[in-house]
Structures are given as structure tokens and as C-alpha cells.
T-cell receptor
Framework: GEDVEQSLFLSVREGDSSVINCTYT??????LYWYKQEPGAGLQLLTY?????DMKQDQRLTVLLNKKDKHLSLRIADTQTGDSAIYFC????????????FGRGTSLIVHP | EAGVAQSPRYKIIEKRQSVAFWCNPI?????LYWYQQILGQGPKLLIQ????????DSQLPKDRFSAERLKGVDSTLKIQPAKLEDSAVYLC????????????FGPGTRLTVT
């Protein structure tokens, strides 16, 4: 199966919070990442968390890591229409060259 | 700071033809990556360069794909001959030596093989 799994779609109303979930399989993951991809564009690194952390907050973004369950989530507070994009979860492992293994991406649709 | 530049943005070719993509990384970034992103999937690494040397090309289909970074700056990725399954977006990314976990991606080249 996939090393990194995400649900494919999420639809939210503007102003609500969005929570995008991800599970990974490799227990030796060092860094876990969230990337954003807008239509026709490359990937933008939104945030990352080191595996010895439980939480990281950056403005409207909150990343939660449950290492026991190998579960990562990205919460976007006060979601705006400009947040509509595909969000990729990724992991890189200890001893590697930080090459991320990506999930298939979650398409976030924000409607008024 | 200028981002990662790629060209062309779009390319349509017939199967068995050849194609080349170009990437200019962020100035000063020693590490350069080429990824293949098939529709509906996440990017998958094809090759990683550190300066002008190859670090990892284990996922590069070497019978048809080649890449070079002769002067440690720009890079080209070539496919010869192309197959239908090569239709994808080819993404270039770069990172600085000390912060390899922060990769910066270019806009990609969308290749359609007919």
C-alpha cells in the first residue's frame, strides 16, 4: 500500500476551520511536511514538523503529530477561498537525504 | 530572491519523439531535484544532484531518461524516446546545502505524449 495516505477531497465553508489528515507508515520518519499546490503551479512548502515534536503553530496553520498512531494533521483556521488548493502530506526518513515521500494530495474546496 | 525557473511550461509530443526540459534553481542552492508528478498523484523523485554530481538516480528509468547538471547550476532532463505513460508534470526543486529539508519547487513542465 501507499506509504503516505490522505483523503482525496475536503469541502468547507469560508471562515470555518479545515482539518486535513494524513497517515504514514515509516516509524523512522524524521520530518513531516505539508505542501500546497495551486492549479498550474509547483509545490509550496507550507510547514514541516520534526518527529520529536507534537505540535507546531504558524499563524493560521496548526500541525499536530501523533507519532504513536503515525497520524499527521493540518488545521487551517478561518479558511479563505484563496486556501483552495491541493495539500500534500510528505515524510522523509532518518539517514536519508530528506527526499520526501508524498501522499496523493487532498483537494480542499472552500465555498462562500 | 528569484524562484526556481523551468521551461517550457507545456509540451505536447508524439510517442517515440524526444523532449528536453530545463531548470534553473535558486541562486546558491547546491542541491537540485527532478520529480515526476502523474495526474492525481504526489511527486516522485527521479534524480537528485549535489552540485554537478548525482546523489540518487535509483528511480530514473535510465533506458529512456537522462539528466545532467554540468556546471552545478542549470539542469536538463531528457526523455528519448517518449512513451504515453510519460505524460506528467515534471517538477524541478532546489535546496541549500545546510537546509536540505526545505525544498523550493518550480512551476513544472506539463508533458503530454500522444
Amino acid at each position: 500500500g501507499e506509504d503516505v495516505e490522505q483523503s482525496l477531497f475536503l469541502s468547507v465553508r469560508e471562515g470555518d476551520s479545515s482539518v486535513i489528515n494524513c497517515t504514514y507508515t515509516d516509524s523512522s520518519s524524521t520530518y513531516l511536511y505539508w505542501y500546497k499546490q495551486e492549479p498550474g503551479a509547483g509545490l509550496q512548502l507550507l510547514t514541516y514538523i520534526f518527529s520529536n515534536m507534537d505540535m507546531k503553530q504558524d499563524q493560521r496553520l496548526t500541525v499536530l503529530l501523533n507519532k504513536k498512531d503515525k497520524h499527521l494533521s493540518l488545521r487551517i483556521a478561518d479558511t479563505q477561498t484563496g486556501d483552495s488548493a491541493i495539500y500534500f502530506c510528505a515524510e522523509s526518513i532518518t539517514g536519508g537525504s530528506y527526499i520526501p515521500t508524498f501522499g496523493r494530495g487532498t483537494s480542499l474546496i472552500v465555498h462562500p | 530572491e528569484a524562484g526556481v525557473a523551468q521551461s517550457p511550461r507545456y509540451k505536447i509530443i508524439e510517442k517515440r519523439q524526444s523532449v528536453a526540459f530545463w531548470c534553473n534553481p535558486i541562486s546558491g542552492h547546491a542541491t537540485l531535484y527532478w520529480y515526476q508528478q502523474i495526474l492525481g498523484q504526489g511527486p516522485k523523485l527521479l534524480i537528485q544532484f549535489q552540485n554537478n554530481g548525482v546523489v540518487d538516480d535509483s528511480q530514473l528509468p535510465k533506458d529512456r531518461f537522462s539528466a545532467e547538471r554540468l556546471k552545478g547550476v542549470d539542469s536538463t532532463l531528457k526523455i528519448q524516446p517518449a512513451k504515453l505513460e510519460d505524460s506528467a508534470v515534471y517538477l524541478c526543486a532546489s535546496s541549500s546545502r545546510g537546509i536540505s529539508y526545505e525544498q523550493y519547487f518550480g512551476p513544472g513542465t506539463r508533458l503530454t505524449v500522444t
